[in-house]
């Protein structure tokens, strides 16, 4: 079972890298659990498959979805697929705290080495493809439409980051049907990642998946900063700018120098397994310190990659839920610079414990606690934008409120760990575990479903269910702090993070909590899906075609929902910050245009997935030695870039009789609509025209 099949076509593939054959010749809890995992992954795409047959869909996806080039299609698949990856990652994560919880002074029901798989694989979903899609699916979705932009400034390279992004999450699940998925962590640290300690396909998965991640990121970084810079409509000046779109600068440009390290990291690794290099080994003048400081020099500014979009989007939540414009704009514009330059400062805090001088730590750690100061900025901003304003308690705002609390605790928590004596005491142990989901939950997750609450009825044309948000809000707050506040005491106690099995009674209670918190974390999810599956059923009753169905402050509120393909009729002209609260009182922001011009907008194109698809293949092969399937796949892309250059034919013209035609349906909606008021736009009188306060 054990003996490799046909190698020369299959490379180092055995019928015992099935989990299914696995489970079938042990039957035990470990590997049943292994075997429906795979076979849950096998049954979804099964599904997906038939579905798209039986409804005739196939040639729709192809030609209005896979090959499209719009940024907010591309931005919409960005965060579908981070749900997905989502959902895996909540699933191991109760796996996780499951086993801990039975395993006192027990074996448990998961094996060391499965229990080390699924850490490794909650650690790099969650940072690689989950946060990230999903930040920049909305960076994607939103910047454009902010700026008033009809399209990002690189709409091939947009797809593409978009389809190797999937082509990593792909070697992600095909870990789960076909071999086994790294146990070096999320960090992947040689010497264990090396060939010596692990030869399995385990490491490989994880060193090209995240190789596949970080490339389509950097792209992503590139794509938005430059549709930042050279993209902004007339009078957008950079002072004029929302806040999200100025945390998305600072995001892309994060992403643009930290993801390289990443980059090399991994590439330099993956000689050290392939042609035995030994940058990171023990021997023959390898050293992993050098791993460790490219890894923690991505690492730690990837912390604000994923946090500092979440500062963007509740600025915008607060503000238009408050009713008032944000307070300090132009500190919090400062603070989200200073946060951005700051991370790249305190990537040594990882090491105190590694053997460096305290005089060195020392530093680190002060500069650690200086990023403080400007989040606490921030903070002081939100509530004084709440202040003497109309805050709706909405689904939105409740996760910024939820937010702001748990953030602040989980901020208090990093201060004590930028304390190199008392990071020495609690290094390695829970308490690290729970203040690192203490910023990123709140920090990012919350951050990242608000926005999908409050954009939802500018993408899709009708709102969410209210009630079914406010569940979901419910079970994410409670279920974070009963999972993660046991882990403070827990680590405190000393209990050591990643370990299979526990030996000390007294954890029990702990335990227990923190598995009743994973489930009403599930549970949010599970809300969040019967949310979508209510609205879509009540979506007649919740159009909101106008498109301003929160008396938005910002460009992507001034027209339809969802939006046309070129996003602006005619290119706007702004003369202040938040531009479109201002004209729907002083103008008339739904006059038609004295005429119609014809606009070019890219053509669809097979490039992209044909690359992403290529890149899948031959990250696949090179995880399992298939030598002849890794050259097609490399072959594949060099000729298909190739290919591309040769295309002349690249932008499709809308005419202006058609533009007229869609902007008068619209203009005839807003007519007809009815002004709401904010005490009732969760109502379905709601149809996207909000009443204008003066």
């Given at each position: 079972?054990?003996?490799?099949?046909?190698?020369?076509?299959?490379?180092?593939?055995?019928?015992?890298?099935?989990?299914?054959?696995?489970?079938?010749?042990?039957?035990?809890?470990?590997?049943?659990?292994?075997?429906?995992?795979?076979?849950?992954?096998?049954?979804?795409?099964?599904?997906?498959?038939?579905?798209?047959?039986?409804?005739?869909?196939?040639?729709?996806?192809?030609?209005?979805?896979?090959?499209?080039?719009?940024?907010?299609?591309?931005?919409?698949?960005?965060?579908?697929?981070?749900?997905?990856?989502?959902?895996?990652?909540?699933?191991?994560?109760?796996?996780?705290?499951?086993?801990?919880?039975?395993?006192?002074?027990?074996?448990?029901?998961?094996?060391?080495?499965?229990?080390a798989e699924l850490f490794s694989t909650h650690g790099s979903i969650m940072i690689f493809f989950m946060a990230m899609?999903?930040?920049?699916?909305?960076?994607?979705?939103?910047?454009?439409?902010?700026?008033?932009?009809?399209?990002?400034?690189?709409?091939?390279?947009?797809?593409?980051?978009?389809?190797?992004?999937?082509?990593?999450?792909?070697?992600?699940?095909?870990?789960?049907?076909?071999?086994?998925?790294?146990?070096?962590?999320?960090?992947?640290?040689?010497?264990?990642?090396?060939?010596?300690?692990?030869?399995?396909?385990?490491?490989?998965?994880?060193?090209?998946?995240?190789?596949?991640?970080?490339?389509?990121?950097?792209?992503?970084?590139?794509?938005?900063?430059?549709?930042?810079?050279?993209?902004?409509?007339?009078?957008?000046?950079?002072?004029?700018?929302?806040?999200?779109?100025?945390?998305?600068?600072?995001?892309?440009?994060?992403?643009?120098?930290?993801?390289?390290?990443?980059?090399?990291?991994?590439?330099?690794?993956?000689?050290?397994?392939?042609?035995g290099f030994h940058f990171f080994t023990n021997t023959l003048g390898g050293n992993m310190m050098n791993y460790a400081?490219?890894?923690?020099?991505?690492?730690?500014?990837?912390?604000?990659?994923?946090?500092?979009?979440?500062?963007?989007?509740?600025?915008?939540?607060?503000?238009?839920?408050?009713?008032?414009?944000?307070?300090?704009?132009?500190?919090?514009?400062?603070?989200?610079?200073?946060?951005?330059?700051?991370?790249?400062?305190?990537?040594?805090?990882?090491?105190?414990?590694?053997?460096?001088?305290?005089?060195?730590?020392?530093?680190?750690?002060?500069?650690?606690?200086?990023?403080?100061?400007?989040?606490?900025?921030?903070?002081?901003?939100?509530?004084?934008?709440?202040?003497?304003?109309?805050?709706?308690?909405?689904?939105?705002?409740?996760?910024?409120?939820?937010?702001?609390?748990?953030?602040?605790?989980?901020?208090?928590?990093?201060?004590?760990?930028?304390?190199?004596?008392?990071?020495?005491?609690?290094?390695?142990?829970?308490?690290?575990?729970?203040?690192?989901?203490?910023?990123?939950?709140?920090?990012?997750?919350?951050?990242?479903?608000?926005?999908?609450?409050?954009?939802?009825?500018?993408?899709?044309?009708?709102?969410?269910?209210?009630?079914?948000?406010?569940?979901?809000?419910?079970?994410?707050?409670?279920?974070?702090?009963?999972?993660?506040?046991?882990?403070?005491?827990?680590?405190?106690?000393?209990?050591?993070?990643?370990?299979?099995?526990?030996?000390?009674?007294?954890?029990?209670?702990?335990?227990?909590?923190?598995?009743?918190?994973?489930?009403?974390?599930?549970?949010?999810?599970?809300?969040?899906?019967?949310?979508?599956?209510?609205?879509?059923?009540?979506?007649?009753?919740?159009?909101?075609?106008?498109?301003?169905?929160?008396?938005?402050?910002?460009?992507?509120?001034?027209?339809?929902?969802?939006?046309?393909?070129?996003?602006?009729?005619?290119?706007?002209?702004?003369?202040?910050?938040?531009?479109?609260?201002?004209?729907?009182?002083?103008?008339?922001?739904?006059?038609?245009?004295?005429?119609?011009?014809?606009?070019?907008?890219?053509?669809?194109?097979?490039?992209?997935?044909?690359?992403?698809?290529?890149?899948?293949?031959?990250?696949?092969?090179?995880?399992?030695?298939?030598?002849?399937?890794a050259a097609v796949g490399a072959v594949a892309m060099v000729v298909t870039v190739i290919a591309r250059s040769f295309?002349?034919?690249?932008?499709?013209?809308?005419?202006?009789?058609?533009?007229?035609?869609?902007?008068?349906?619209?203009?005839?909606?807003?007519?007809?609509?009815?002004?709401?008021?904010?005490?009732?736009?969760?109502?379905?009188?709601?149809?996207?025209?909000?009443?204008?306060?003066?």
């Open positions: 079972m054990s003996a490799p099949v046909w190698p020369a076509l299959l490379g180092r593939f055995s019928w015992d890298a099935l989990p299914f054959v696995r489970a079938w010749a042990h039957p035990d809890a470990n590997e049943i659990i292994g075997a429906g995992a795979g076979g849950m992954v096998v049954a979804g795409a099964l599904f997906a498959v038939a579905l798209l047959t039986y409804l005739g869909r196939w040639r729709w996806l192809w030609r209005e979805w896979i090959t499209s080039l719009d940024h907010k299609k591309i931005g919409i698949m960005y965060v579908v697929l981070a749900f997905i990856m989502l959902a895996r990652a909540l699933i191991e994560a109760n796996l996780m705290r499951l086993q801990q919880a039975s395993a006192i002074n027990a074996p448990g029901f998961v094996a060391p080495e499965h229990f899609p999903f930040l920049t699916g909305l960076m994607n979705y939103l910047v454009p439409l902010q700026i008033g932009s009809r399209d990002v400034a690189f709409p091939l390279v947009n797809a593409i980051g978009l389809w190797l992004t999937a082509a990593g999450a792909a070697l992600m699940m095909a870990s789960l049907v076909i071999g086994r998925f790294s146990t070096g962590g999320w960090s992947g640290y040689p010497p264990y990642t090396e060939l010596a300690f692990s030869p399995g396909t385990g490491p490989d998965y994880w060193i090209w998946a995240v190789t596949l991640g970080s490339v389509a990121s950097t792209l992503a970084g590139l794509n938005i900063a430059v549709t930042l810079y050279k993209m902004r409509c007339p009078g957008m000046k950079l002072m004029r700018m929302p806040l999200f779109c100025w945390t998305s600068l600072c995001t892309a440009i994060l992403m643009v120098f930290a993801m390289p390290p990443l980059t090399v990291a991994t590439a330099l690794l993956a000689l050290d397994r392939y042609l400081n490219l890894f923690w020099m991505f690492g730690h500014p990837e912390v604000y990659i994923v946090i500092l979009p979440a500062f963007g989007i509740y600025s915008e939540v607060v503000s238009t839920f408050s009713g008032k414009e944000l307070y300090g704009y132009i500190s919090l514009v400062i603070a989200t610079m200073a946060i951005a330059v700051l991370s790249f400062t305190v990537w040594l805090h990882h090491f105190f414990t590694m053997g460096q001088s305290a005089d060195i730590n020392a530093i680190f750690g002060i500069a650690t606690m200086t990023i403080g100061v400007p989040t606490g900025v921030k903070i002081y901003n939100w509530i004084w934008t709440m202040f003497r304003g109309e805050v709706r308690f909405t689904t939105p705002m409740l996760y910024a409120l939820a937010f702001m609390m748990t953030f602040v605790l989980g901020g208090l928590t990093g201060i004590i760990l930028a304390f190199p004596p008392l990071d020495y005491l609690v290094h390695n142990t829970l308490f690290l575990v729970a203040h690192f989901h203490n910023m990123l939950i709140p920090g990012t997750l919350y951050g990242l479903v608000a926005a999908y609450t409050f954009w939802f009825p500018k993408a899709f044309g009708f709102r969410l269910n209210e009630f079914w948000g406010r569940v979901a809000v419910a079970c994410w707050v409670i279920g974070f702090y009963l999972a993660f506040m046991p882990l403070y005491v827990l680590g405190a106690a000393g209990m050591t993070r990643r370990t299979q099995a526990v030996h000390e009674a007294a954890y029990r209670p702990w335990l227990y909590i923190a598995e009743v918190g994973a489930v009403i974390l599930f549970c949010g999810l599970a809300a969040l899906i019967v949310q979508l599956w209510v609205s879509i059923r009540d979506r007649d009753a919740n159009r909101v075609p106008v498109g301003d169905p929160w008396d938005g402050r910002t460009l992507e509120w001034s027209i339809a929902a969802p939006p046309p393909e070129y996003n602006f009729a005619h290119i706007p002209h702004v003369e202040r910050l938040d531009a479109f609260y201002h004209d729907k009182r002083s103008h008339a922001p739904y006059a038609a245009p004295p005429h119609y011009s014809a606009i070019e907008m890219p053509r669809n194109s097979r490039t992209a997935p044909v690359l992403g698809l290529a890149g899948a293949a031959t990250g696949f092969a090179l995880v399992w030695y298939m030598w002849w399937l295309v002349r034919d690249t932008e499709r013209t809308i005419t202006a009789e058609e533009i007229e035609r869609t902007e008068r349906a619209w203009l005839a909606e807003v007519a007809r609509a009815r002004p709401i008021p904010r005490e009732i736009e969760n109502s379905t009188a709601n149809q996207g025209l909000a009443k204008v306060h003066a």
